[in-house]
């Protein structure tokens, strides 16, 4: 594959990224994993010593194959074993390009007799067993493959042989179509299935902890979901389910909770497979950073996962259509999968990919186990190895590190947008506020009106600057500008008023209390001698004109306002530097009804 183009675009692309990129800043792990990770590599540690002991060493009584036969379903299987020219005895360079493939197992006085046919599952017709006496007598007998049993060995059938006796000479056992070269090569004869000893039961009970291990992630990913509704958890959610599946299907586990028959769990093994790999290709693709993987290798991520699936329910459903060489071809058509994702991680961790860095550790152990299923499936000379002791530490390894991986993204993620909320907030208080008093605008209080009025805040006041038009004619601008900060300065005046610049000199005034229209005729009288205190150079008091009115309970800002701005303007034509108010009288009354709250503050029934 010709790696050019990813390269000079991730060259390109890094000063783009460099340290503003939010991911590539170092994130908190969320607390307990460091426990989680301890016990996840002892669990590692007791899976690769049982499992080890468990798959390579073979129990004394156990006999392999010493010669193999091929042949065709139209011949008889007593005629093949019988004609000693068939036998190929030199070297087991086993071959399924014949209909019919025939093993041949000696006996042996010092061994247990054994009791079952066992070998790795893949789909074929039938299998034919012949016990052979040294009489010449044959015992026979024929299962399909609908008709196979389960082993408690991980991946395994097995099928009861005839009657076996210390007369018998050889089995010879017969497969009919032969859809993988492991069906024969890992064929033996036990006294015995699997999981009858000490360590097989210990290996299983390992396996069932891994199983456990496979479900946490299942409850992490529903409460990351519930707080970050991201797709990359709903596939990780998937790829540990798969996974999780896969377990159970390639080991005893299936048989010793279910017991289904061998073919049903072949069928299964091939469907989840392309699961697993479409959903962990899919899990890449939405987990690796925005901008941090090159868009053509990202773009064939789900190509990818269409593919696994469509390879996977081909071979599941046709296991005979070219079966001398199907298998070897499913092997080889993952190649560019496998070949797709390496590069995929090299390019995101050069481009600077946190999110890369869980997932390059989590899935190496994967990315051998399909290395190795690639050479020993496609080199013809090779024995074929499914690595399966490899793929449940790989298991561990990519739950742990991804489920790490997605908590410090969640946790990144979640920092980000928490700033960007407040950045926004920022923003809209910005928007909200007048830049030269200081002072809520006009856009806030139409925001905060309805929550204000919820509040107690029941009285609205407008006040106006009076002559303010030749205060900007006599001194210039910038001491009108002074003023009007100076009046912002005299309006503030505590938790029971809210105060707002409407417009040039205009203010609103949000108010409640029992004595609120009192505030606000307070306020309004400080101004001038605020003004004069801030302001050097005036040449006379600076005054305001102000109506004040209740805000009944089912009105919108602009039915008080347009009324406090009429009593504002009736207080301008009696003369300026006044108040009127609407407090307690009916709202359609008449404006010159109206009080003036001076008169009131100087009556007794203020005092």
Not at 191 to 199: C, I, N, T, W
Not at 274 to 291: D, K, L, N, R, V
Not at 314 to 333: C, D, E, G, K, N
Not at 350 to 361: P, Y
Request: aromatic letters at 10%; hydrophobic letters at 50%; one cysteine or more.
């Amino acid at each position: 594959m010709n790696c050019a183009w990813w390269w000079s675009d991730a060259r390109s692309a890094a000063p783009v990224i460099g340290e503003r990129n939010p991911y590539t800043r170092r994130s908190m792990i969320l607390p307990g994993f460091r426990e989680k990770l301890l016990a996840a590599f002892l669990l590692l540690t007791m899976l690769a010593y049982f499992s080890v002991g468990s798959t390579q060493v073979l129990d004394p009584d156990d006999i392999r194959s010493s010669c193999w036969a091929p042949g065709s379903t139209a011949e008889s299987v007593a005629a093949i074993a019988q004609t000693s020219g068939r036998w190929s005895c030199s070297g087991q360079n086993l071959s399924i390009e014949a209909e019919r493939v025939l093993l041949r197992f000696d006996m042996r006085a010092d061994r247990a007799l054994p009791r079952y046919f066992l070998s790795r599952r893949s789909a074929l017709k039938a299998v034919h067993v012949l016990a052979v006496d040294g009489d010449g007598a044959i015992r026979e007998s024929i299962v399909p493959a609908s008709a196979l049993a389960s082993s408690m060995a991980g991946g395994y059938f097995k099928v009861p042989l005839p009657k076996v006796t210390r007369a018998t000479r050889q089995v010879v056992v017969a497969v009919d179509l032969p859809s993988h070269r492991m069906t024969l090569e890992n064929a033996y004869l036990a006294p015995r299935d699997a999981a009858g000893g000490v360590g097989d039961m210990q290996f299983l009970l390992i396996l069932a902890g891994l199983g456990g291990m496979l479900v946490m992630p299942l409850f992490f990913n529903a409460a990351f979901y519930r707080a970050l509704r991201e797709p990359f958890v709903l596939w990780h959610s998937a790829l540990a389910l798969s996974l999780l599946m896969t377990i159970l299907v390639s080991s005893g586990l299936s048989v010793m909770f279910f017991d289904p028959p061998a073919m049903t769990l072949n069928w299964m093994t091939a469907w989840l497979f392309g699961m697993t790999i479409a959903s962990g290709t899919m899990f890449t693709y939405s987990f690796i950073e925005p901008g941090l993987m090159h868009r053509t290798l990202r773009r064939l991520l789900p190509g990818c996962a269409a593919w696994a699936i469509a390879l996977s329910a081909f071979h599941a459903t046709f296991p005979f259509v070219a079966r001398p060489i199907q298998s070897s071809l499913y092997t080889a058509a993952f190649a560019p999968v496998l070949a797709i994702f390496i590069v995929s991680m090299i390019d995101a961790l050069r481009r600077g990919s946190r999110a890369a860095k869980f997932q390059t550790v989590g899935y190496m152990p994967m990315v051998l186990v399909g290395l190795i299923r690639l050479a020993t499936g496609l080199l013809p000379w090779s024995r074929s190895f499914d690595a399966m002791v490899l793929f449940y530490v790989g298991c561990i390894c990519e739950v742990l590190f991804t489920t790490l991986g997605m908590a410090d993204r969640f946790v990144t993620m979640r920092r980000e947008r928490d700033r960007a909320l407040s950045e926004a907030d920022v923003l809209e208080r910005l928007s909200e506020t007048d830049p030269l008093t200081g002072l809520l605008n006009r856009r806030a209080i139409k925001q905060q009106f309805e929550r204000l009025r919820t509040q107690g805040f029941t009285k609205l006041a407008v006040i106006d600057l009076d002559n303010f038009k030749a205060i900007n004619d006599l001194n210039g601008h910038a001491v009108g500008d002074a003023v009007l900060r100076a009046v912002a300065d005299a309006l503030q005046a505590g938790p029971g008023v809210r105060a707002y610049r409407f417009g040039g000199e205009e203010f609103v005034l949000l108010l409640r209390g029992d004595d609120a229209e009192i505030l606000a005729e307070r306020l309004r009288k400080t101004i001038p001698s605020v003004v004069s205190r801030m302001v050097a150079g005036l040449e006379g008091p600076v005054t305001a004109s102000m109506g004040v009115t209740d805000i009944l309970a089912d009105e919108g800002f602009a039915k008080p306002y347009e009324r406090a701005d009429n009593l504002l303007y009736a207080a301008k034509r009696a003369g300026k530097n006044q108040t009127r108010s609407a407090i307690g009288q009916s709202a359609d009354q008449d404006i010159p009804a109206a009080r003036t709250v001076s008169d009131l503050m100087a009556s007794d029934q203020l005092l």
